[in-house]
């Protein structure tokens, strides 16, 4: 999954993580319950109050405007289009699907629970059919009603990947893997709904035919992308502009990259959604080019919540810390912070040189110039994020990351340098984005440590935004001899099959916009990831997730520095808040309201 926010003046990071150190230490000790988790107003829930758990639930009132702000837009608010995190969690405002995740605080979020339908999938035919009935009562911001051909019709879209490009492509994947379907724009069916593979036998009844298993199916259901969309008003590629709203609420007005406003739909009916509570009359967002002016903003109680949910930014967070500490929250976001090694560029073709730098590396000084263990995380010690299903969180660390070696170990990393035949180190670059100064911190940290074993890393920072076409590129990384490269990844859903596939599987190195930076290409780990999706029981799944992750580990292809932390506001005002793993950590948006009307 995708997380944006843009950076403020580009600064040395260790500097920025020292000057908070000490309040971080404070805040992580929590607070009395006669201040509020320490320094705050009086109207917070105190420190971590909303960390897994809910807060001010019983104080939640109908009515009022909740005030987000943002340092970025979302990349769009078409429902087939969008990818940033906090689009998905923000869609379910204006859009229904079939399932989605439950409203609940931590792991329950990312559980599903029926939206649209009346049910989860009836499954048969051994896993590779889904039957669907939908709710009575479910309409359009018009009043008619959603039919299963709307649903079908907003899956479609998908395939519509040379007008509504940006978004996941599972659904494809999974339903159509020759991609022998054209998209409902190709579409030379007289209703342009000929994808074979989803039938509408009537208007309330939608059936999947997979042409494999995939035990994830219902999982990439839940995703917006699978939102229904009514053909009339199918606006295409200017879809995200005024989407037609499914939910409780619709758009009022947008001006993308500066406002949105979203107003009651009138429509929806509270008897035919068992999810959503639609608290406030009104949802306001407001874009900022400076993330220390939104942050501003938040502190002085103009806004409510930060809409990116990316953390705050050192200068804001020094501040809310000493002032306001309990209007924070600190959750696991559920992305992992990272170093690839393409095994295209030598020496990481060797997998001692790849654990050379594995053991030298110091994981306490990357973890500090990720901003600490507060605001940057835990030490991460392997490549499978906790809130993942087969995760084993920090008691898998085959590397001695956060134990003995936590440090380095120069006599371990100098053995593995004599073992792949560089006894002497080697010279490599460290490919690092521009436009994110923790990262640039995370290189320079890098640097160090590498250079007491020997190893000679120069830092390359690369245009940010460019990320597709530089690392995305393995001929371009293989031509700039990009040995490392810092990056991080967090779950489209919560299961190895939503975070690793694309990194892990042979099959998705790809020449353009890869992610399979290391370039792995083990028979092993593409079996396991076959056996995953034909098998269709919890437990079954949760076992392979963990061999899947011990195999990636036991080929040294990435160095993991952080399961990643944020500190996040939640403004006074706000009630009925909590974070949720099924948007890795974040605030669930769905059911916020206020304590009083604003």
């Known amino acids: 999954m ?50 897994n758990k809910v807060a001010q639930a019983s104080l939640v009132k109908k009515g009022g405007t909740l005030r987000f702000g943002g340092a970025q837009d979302a990349d769009s608010w078409d429902t087939t289009r969008g990818y940033y995190g906090f689009m998905w969690d923000f869609a379910r405002y204006y859009s229904r699907q079939l399932v989605t995740g439950k409203a609940e605080p931590g792991k329950a979020g990312a559980e599903l629970t029926p939206d649209l339908a009346t049910g989860l999938a009836k499954v048969t035919d051994d896993g590779k059919t889904y039957t669907y009935t939908l709710r009575d ?15 079908k019709y907003g899956i479609e879209r998908v395939w519509a990947q040379d007008v509504l490009s940006g978004g996941p492509t599972y659904l494809k994947d999974f339903l159509d893997p020759k991609g022998e379907y054209k998209g409902p724009y190709k579409d030379t069916s007289k209703d342009k709904l000929g994808l074979k593979a989803i039938t509408t036998p009537d208007d309330k009844t939608i059936v999947f035919h997979l042409p494999k298993a995939n035990s994830d199916f219902q999982e990439v259901l839940g995703l917006v992308s699978a939102s229904p969309v009514r053909q009339d008003m199918d606006t295409k590629s200017k879809y995200g502009l005024k989407p037609f709203s499914s939910g409780p609420y619709k758009f009022e007005s947008y001006s993308p990259g500066k406002s949105l406003t979203l ?12 999810v959503r509570k639609a608290y406030p009359d009104k949802i306001t967002v407001q874009f900022f080019s400076d993330a220390n002016q939104l942050d501003q903003r938040l502190l002085n109680g103009d806004l409510d919540l930060d809409i990116n949910q990316t953390g705050m930014s050192p200068q804001g967070r020094t501040t809310a ?10 959750p696991v976001s559920g992305y992992i912070r990272y170093a690839a090694f393409p095994q295209s560029v030598k020496p990481f073709d060797n997998i001692e040189c790849r654990k050379a730098v594995i053991l030298g590396a110091d994981h306490v000084s990357l973890q500090t110039a990720r901003g600490g263990p507060i605001a940057g995380g835990d030490i991460g010690t392997n490549m499978l994020p906790p809130s993942v ?7 898998y660390d085959p590397y001695a990351i956060s134990g003995a070696d936590k440090n380095g170990n120069i006599e371990k990393a100098k053995a593995a340098l004599k073992a792949c035949g560089k006894p002497n180190g080697f010279s490599t670059t460290i490919a690092v984005r521009n436009n994110k100064p923790v990262e640039v911190a995370t290189a320079q940290s890098l640097q160090a440590s590498l250079k007491k074993i ?15 076409g530089i690392i995305g590129s393995p001929s371009n990384v293989k031509k700039k001899g990009y040995g490392i490269i810092i990056m991080g990844w967090g779950p489209d859903f919560p299961t190895v099959q939503g975070f690793g596939l694309p990194l892990w599987d042979s099959k998705y190195i790809a020449q353009s916009g890869n992610n399979n930076y290391a370039l792995i290409n083990d028979k092993t780990i593409d079996g396991l990831f076959d056996q995953y999706v034909s098998t269709l029981d919890d437990a079954g799944k949760a076992k392979i997730s963990t061999e899947i992750n011990h195999k990636v580990m036991e080929g040294a292809y990435y160095l993991p520095f952080t399961f990643e932390k944020f500190i996040n506001w939640r403004g006074d005002n706000l009630a009925n808040v909590y974070t949720t793993d099924n948007y890795s950590g974040t605030y669930d948006f769905v059911n916020l309201g206020l304590k009083s009307a604003k």
């Open 2 to 51: 995708t997380t944006q926010r843009t950076s403020g003046r580009r600064k040395q990071a260790f500097a920025a993580a020292a000057a908070v150190a000490a309040l971080l230490t404070t805040a992580a000790c929590g607070g009395s319950s006669d201040d509020n988790g320490g320094g705050s107003k009086t109207g917070a829930a105190g420190f971590d109050a909303a960390n």
């Open 137 to 151: 009562g479910v309409t359009w911001e018009d009043g008619k009603p959603i039919t299963s051909k709307d649903v």
């Open 263 to 274: 107003v009651r739909n009138t429509e929806w009916k509270q008897s035919s959604d068992p």
């Open 321 to 330: 810390l000493k002032e306001h500490k309990g209007n924070l929250d600190n």
């Open 454 to 468: 020997g190893i000679n890393a120069q830092i390359d920072q690369y245009d940010g935004s460019q990320t597709t």
């Open 389 to 395: 299903p087969g995760s084993e969180g920090q008691k």
